[in-house]
């Protein structure tokens, strides 16, 4: 259950949320109550909530613009069940504020719609992350519940365009590119000053263009423009001459790094003993397949994707990024950078957005790795999600470049091997598995140290022992979110907070003084496990005495016995 502080923040989150949506409403003006937007994400909050579980009374209670009371158990559930057998309609309803959104962006070229879009995606994911864990199903169910509003802006955008270009001729450039600017999310008035002295050159100019679509921050300002009517076959002649003459050259790259050096960087990482042995035998198979290059010897053909499996914080990200250095010291790749990204960066909200944000992405990891987090999110769940379209383009692209692209997918074990083998192509690039073990106490203890050295402090005797009992502990009772070195890093971010609180109170303190962590600095992070007073006991005769001792003895401990005994003593 959440504490008071916990609420409070999130409380705080969604009315800056309701305020930011009302604001922009007003701007453009559309009138919204508090009431209709607290109804509205009160039901889509629920709705992804039935997904992923992780909800109550308190948390809901945070989706209210009013400061009402915290709803009873039985009402919250009523509430629940609710909004789970009245979803299909829901999903597909588009809610009267929306409606007069639409209107007004149609009427006056505004983007109130398409500004709503972006605040409920980002309400609706903050809210289904709140238990720490943001799955596929609530992803799913955040798209279906975005998908019809999206729809509905952009219909709202075309109508604007096409309700206003028909009646202006063609000087007319005042009002005809105030309006495309504002359908357009806002192009920069100089932009359109700058295109209002273009007259004579038309609409079609390959700087006009670029700048309306970096303005707009959109890829179809041609097509825009083209629906409107204000293109031609010599303006595209224009472009065309123009996109050849235009592009910018490409950054001079450093020297590759000598293979010796980025694997003894990769050889003083904390653990990882599998994994390095793994990288050093890759790295071996790519030189002996140069070497059989170089001497004319037939060359196997070889993949170099790659599939990471293993939980959160367990060093995936810093050996993809080490494999792309590694992989350009070999020469098979030619720039080496690693470009990481999860579903939301390649997936759209709806038909035909997909393509266009996987092929951007693979555009920019070309010449090195493309790292997908918690690949199996792309696994299609519903008909009409847009996952597998992604996963089409990323592997038509692994087939297209595959001499110059390396893609590497990660997540939990059991999750990434149902999502390999429910795909035939996905198969048969990813034949390689490496997986990361979750970080010994004694190597969480290892990467504490490392996060002190950074900032050069120390770590008192009594301060270390706690640490350690700590450490372990957590790794005893670890569940499936364990974070390993991310939870390693948290608890220190908050030790070094403490740490700072206590140090200002210090009137002069030594140098020594400000760099030690302290047992003091770990109160309220880690307590201490304390001995239970033992219960005096009635005597018994000796034949009892010993009889119970040697059961006692020969007793061993058992977590089974009491799941939460060492919880009790440590807290996070």
Same mark, same amino acid.
């Given at each position: 259950?959440?504490?008071?502080?916990?609420?409070?923040?999130?409380?705080?989150?969604?009315?800056?949320?309701?305020?930011?949506?009302?604001?922009?409403?007003?701007?453009?003006?559309?009138?919204?109550?508090?009431?209709?937007?607290?109804?509205?994400?009160?039901?889509?909050?629920?709705?992804?909530?039935?997904?992923?579980?992780?909800?109550? #009374? &308190? /948390?809901?209670?945070?989706?209210?613009?009013?400061?009402?009371?915290?709803?009873?158990?039985?009402?919250?559930?009523?509430?629940?069940?609710?909004?789970?057998?009245?979803?299909?309609?829901?999903?597909? !309803?588009? #809610?009267?504020?929306?409606?007069?959104?639409?209107?007004?962006?149609?009427?006056?070229?505004?983007?109130?719609?398409?500004?709503?879009?972006?605040?409920?995606?980002?309400?609706?994911?903050?809210? $289904?992350?709140?238990?720490?864990?943001?799955?596929?199903?609530?992803?799913?169910?955040?798209?279906?519940?975005?998908?019809?509003?999206?729809?509905?802006?952009?219909?709202?955008?075309?109508?604007?365009?096409?309700?206003?270009?028909?009646?202006? %001729?063609?000087? +007319?450039?005042? +009002?005809?590119?105030?309006?495309?600017?504002? $359908? =357009?999310?806002?192009?920069? #008035?100089?932009?359109?000053?700058?295109?209002?002295?273009?007259?004579?050159?038309?609409?079609?100019?390959?700087?006009?263009?670029?700048?309306?679509?970096?303005?707009?921050?959109?890829?179809?300002?041609?097509?825009?423009?083209?629906?409107?009517?204000?293109?031609?076959?010599?303006?595209?002649?224009?472009?065309?001459?123009?996109?050849?003459?235009?592009?910018?050259?490409? &950054?001079?790259?450093?020297?590759?790094?000598?293979? %010796?050096?980025?694997?003894?960087?990769?050889? $003083?990482?904390?653990?990882?003993?599998?994994?390095?042995?793994?990288?050093?035998?890759?790295?071996?198979?790519?030189?002996?397949?140069?070497? *059989?290059?170089?001497?004319?010897?037939?060359?196997?053909?070889?993949?170099?994707?790659?599939?990471?499996?293993?939980? @959160?914080?367990?060093?995936?990200?810093?050996?993809? *990024?080490?494999?792309?250095?590694?992989?350009?010291?070999?020469?098979? /790749?030619?720039?080496?950078?690693?470009?990481?990204?999860?579903?939301?960066?390649?997936?759209?909200?709806?038909?035909?957005?997909?393509?266009?944000?996987?092929? &951007?992405?693979?555009?920019?990891?070309?010449?090195?790795?493309?790292?997908?987090?918690?690949?199996?999110?792309? $696994? @299609?769940?519903?008909?009409?999600?847009?996952?597998?379209?992604?996963?089409?383009?990323?592997? !038509?692209? =692994?087939?297209?470049?595959?001499?110059?692209?390396?893609?590497?997918?990660?997540?939990?074990?059991?999750?990434?091997?149902?999502?390999?083998?429910?795909?035939?192509?996905?198969?048969?690039?990813?034949?390689?598995?490496?997986?990361?073990?979750?970080?010994?106490?004694?190597?969480?203890?290892?990467?504490?140290?490392?996060?002190?050295?950074?900032?050069?402090?120390?770590?008192?005797?009594?301060?270390?022992?706690?640490?350690?009992?700590?450490?372990?502990?957590?790794?005893? /009772?670890?569940?499936?979110?364990?974070?390993?070195?991310?939870?390693?890093?948290?608890?220190?971010?908050?030790?070094?907070?403490?740490?700072?609180?206590?140090?200002?109170?210090?009137?002069?303190?030594?140098?020594?003084?400000?760099? +030690?962590?302290?047992?003091?600095?770990?109160?309220?992070?880690? %307590?201490?496990?304390?001995?239970?007073?033992?219960?005096?006991?009635?005597?018994?005769?000796?034949?009892?005495?010993?009889?119970?001792?040697?059961?006692?003895?020969?007793?061993?401990?058992?977590?089974?016995?009491?799941?939460?005994?060492?919880?009790?003593?440590?807290?996070?």
């Amino acid at each position: 259950m959440p504490n008071s502080a916990d609420t409070t923040k999130i409380k705080k989150f969604y009315t800056d949320q309701i305020a930011e949506i009302i604001k922009f409403s007003n701007a453009s003006g559309v009138t919204v109550g508090k009431s209709e937007l607290d109804d509205y994400f009160q039901k889509a909050v629920l709705s992804v909530w039935a997904m992923g579980g992780g909800s109550t #009374p &308190e /948390l809901y209670s945070c989706i209210d613009s009013f400061n009402s009371p915290v709803v009873s158990d039985k009402k919250f559930s009523s509430l629940q069940e609710n909004a789970v057998n009245n979803y299909a309609t829901f999903k597909n !309803k588009i #809610p009267g504020f929306f409606q007069r959104m639409c209107d007004a962006d149609t009427k006056k070229g505004t983007t109130c719609a398409n500004s709503f879009c972006q605040s409920q995606q980002k309400i609706l994911e903050y809210f $289904s992350s709140l238990d720490g864990d943001f799955t596929f199903a609530e992803a799913t169910r955040i798209t279906e519940l975005h998908k019809p509003l999206v729809e509905r802006s952009t219909k709202a955008i075309t109508d604007s365009i096409d309700a206003v270009i028909p009646k202006l %001729e063609l000087g +007319e450039y005042d +009002e005809k590119f105030d309006i495309i600017g504002r $359908s =357009m999310r806002t192009v920069d #008035p100089e932009i359109i000053k700058e295109l209002q002295e273009l007259e004579k050159v038309g609409f079609t100019t390959q700087k006009v263009l670029d700048k309306l679509n970096e303005q707009s921050g959109l890829k179809e300002a041609d097509d825009i423009l083209r629906r409107a009517g204000l293109t031609s076959s010599s303006g595209q002649q224009d472009k065309d001459k123009a996109a050849k003459t235009t592009t910018a050259p490409e &950054e001079e790259l450093p020297p590759p790094e000598k293979l %010796e050096d980025v694997l003894a960087e990769l050889d $003083s990482l904390v653990g990882l003993t599998e994994i390095k042995n793994d990288v050093q035998s890759l790295a071996n198979f790519v030189k002996v397949r140069n070497l *059989r290059q170089e001497r004319g010897l037939k060359t196997p053909d070889m993949s170099l994707h790659l599939v990471f499996t293993g939980n @959160p914080g367990t060093g995936k990200s810093t050996v993809a *990024r080490l494999i792309g250095r590694i992989y350009r010291s070999l020469g098979a /790749l030619s720039k080496g950078q690693l470009i990481e990204v999860d579903r939301s960066d390649l997936v759209g909200g709806y038909v035909g957005q997909t393509a266009i944000k996987t092929q &951007e992405v693979i555009q920019k990891a070309m010449g090195g790795v493309l790292f997908i987090d918690e690949a199996y999110a792309l $696994s @299609p769940n519903t008909e009409n999600d847009f996952g597998q379209e992604s996963i089409n383009t990323i592997l !038509k692209a =692994m087939e297209d470049h595959r001499d110059d692209l390396v893609v590497i997918v990660a997540g939990y074990d059991e999750l990434m091997y149902r999502f390999i083998n429910s795909n035939p192509g996905l198969k048969s690039r990813f034949n390689k598995y490496f997986h990361f073990d979750d970080y010994t106490p004694d190597e969480l203890w290892k990467i504490f140290l490392r996060f002190a050295g950074k900032g050069s402090y120390t770590v008192s005797p009594e301060a270390e022992e706690l640490l350690k009992d700590h450490l372990s502990t957590i790794y005893m /009772l670890r569940g499936i979110n364990f974070g390993n070195a991310r939870d390693v890093r948290n608890l220190f971010e908050k030790i070094i907070a403490q740490q700072a609180n206590r140090i200002v109170s210090i009137e002069n303190p030594t140098n020594e003084q400000i760099l +030690e962590i302290t047992a003091e600095d770990l109160k309220g992070l880690i %307590e201490e496990k304390k001995p239970e007073k033992e219960k005096p006991e009635e005597e018994k005769p000796e034949e009892e005495k010993t009889e119970e001792s040697s059961k006692k003895k020969n007793k061993s401990f058992s977590l089974s016995d009491d799941p939460n005994n060492m919880l009790n003593y440590y807290i996070m």
